[in-house]
């Protein structure tokens, strides 16, 4: 069996995703970083975008990260973030229309969100 | 029918009404008490998370932080003071109330200027009737906090911690809330958020036999803890405002189960007054009947002889 770690995936008013994975690429603020079985304990901030989770039986999971953290020790892979999505939950055609909104509205977080989901939506 | 008779009835009629909206409130509560739980249940794993690694960095990193180091001569102390909207749940608002003033007392008594900041229209009532001074207060969401509204409120408390104590700042971040204990206990509470007390964390993690291991930090420990410690007391704000609104929902069922046996109590009592009101108008009737029917009888006696 290949070596594996578990990884929670919590947003702060619910658990999204957790499970075991082999690889999970996610964006910090000092670029993209991919974190294997193994790797040395480690205390990251991530940037709005997508993290992607190679799980264990081959499948990918993406999803939609709007800041936070991510944390590893001891094989255990945390990723907190104030809102998580997983690209299955996502609603193009809702992100789109908010992204149109935004960019007319001028609003910048917004247009950063809705732009987050199209992205993750788009490595699905 | 008697004046009296009839007054009892209205009385019992008006209690009884009364009764049905307390029973009904009674279980509004109740249903929303599970909610509010399972939301406060939701947001744990975040919290917990969290926690682990403001402690982790705290403790394993020699970093300097304002929010993490004690002033030397703390001038100023920012209290937080959660309350709820809405009343008819007993002594929930004043309880927390209560807390409040001794731990502003207390902080006074140190030495310190507290600056108050306010959620929920019942703390924000007590302390205008007072005139006393709010520096901001938040009303509208203590039934059911989001995640958004806990940022709201934080994003001034960050703000005021960073800010130097000359500007208006404050060293101390505290918070007063009502704990959700379980569904017959409510205790009110009060915890200072910042400066982190690392000893506590790190004991409460050694007691668990957790031993933290040496973090790389990505991109480096001072933009880390920058960048956690805000999200920290967002996310401790946001566990005081779940459990602040269960306890409140805990409260009202409380209040007005107590309401509905009281209701019920004095139903009892009224009707047996009524009853007994009954019992008397009748006796008097039959009394009045049988006095007529003697009287008549000792009349017609008197002329036949």
Redesign the interface.
């Known amino acids: 069996m290949a070596a594996e770690l578990h990884v929670?995936l919590?947003?702060?008013?619910?658990?999204v995703w957790s499970g075991e994975a082999t690889l999970v690429v996610a964006r910090?603020?000092?670029g993209d970083?991919g974190v294997m079985p193994g790797h040395?304990?480690?205390?990251?901030?991530l940037e709005s975008g997508p993290v992607t989770i190679r799980t264990t039986d081959g499948g990918t999971v993406v999803a939609a990260v709007h800041g936070?953290?991510l944390?590893f020790?001891?094989n255990k892979l945390?990723l907190?973030a104030?809102?998580a999505e997983l690209a299955d939950e996502i609603d193009t055609q809702r992100a789109e229309l908010a992204l149109e909104r935004a960019k007319s509205d001028d609003d910048a977080a917004a247009e950063r969100r809705a732009d987050v989901r199209l992205r993750a939506v788009a490595v699905r | 029918m008697g004046a009296q008779l009839r007054v009892y009835k209205r009385r019992i009629r008006s209690v009884t009404a009364t009764k049905k909206i307390t029973k009904a409130m009674e279980m509004i509560a109740a249903s929303r008490i599970v909610k509010a739980q399972r939301q406060v249940a939701a947001s744990t794993p975040y919290a917990t998370e969290l926690t682990r690694a403001v402690t982790a960095v705290a403790t394993g990193s020699a970093t300097k932080h304002p929010l993490t180091t004690e002033a030397e001569t703390p001038v100023r102390a920012a209290v937080l003071l959660v309350t709820s909207d809405r009343g008819l749940a007993g002594g929930y608002s004043s309880n927390a109330i209560k807390a409040a003033d001794q731990l502003t007392e207390r902080l006074r008594g140190e030495g310190k200027e507290v600056d108050s900041y306010i959620v929920g229209r019942k703390g924000v009532s007590y302390y205008g009737f007072r005139e006393r001074r709010i520096v901001e207060s938040w009303t509208g969401f203590t039934d059911s906090p989001t995640y958004a509204d806990a940022k709201k409120v934080a994003a001034p408390l960050i703000a005021a911690v960073q800010q130097d104590t000359a500007e208006g700042g404050v060293d101390e971040l505290h918070i007063v809330f009502t704990e959700f204990v379980s569904m017959l206990t409510q205790t009110p509470v009060q915890h200072r958020l910042l400066p982190l007390s690392l000893g506590e964390a790190a004991e409460e993690s050694a007691a668990k036999g957790e031993i933290l291991p040496l973090f790389d930090f990505e991109p480096s420990a001072e933009d880390v803890l920058d960048a956690l410690l805000p999200r920290y007391v967002e996310s401790r704000i946001y566990n005081a405002l779940l459990q602040a609104a269960a306890s409140k929902h805990a409260a009202t069922r409380r209040a007005m189960k107590s309401a509905t046996d009281n209701a019920g109590d004095l139903i009892k009592s009224l009707s047996r007054l009524a009853n007994a009101a009954r019992q008397a108008e009748i006796t008097q009737e039959i009394s009045e009947i049988v006095g007529g029917a003697s009287a008549l009888a000792d009349a017609t006696a008197g002329s036949d002889r």
């Open positions: 929670e919590v947003a702060a008013d619910r658990s910090t603020t000092s970083i040395q304990p480690l205390l990251g901030v936070g953290f944390s020790a001891d945390s907190l104030e809102i």
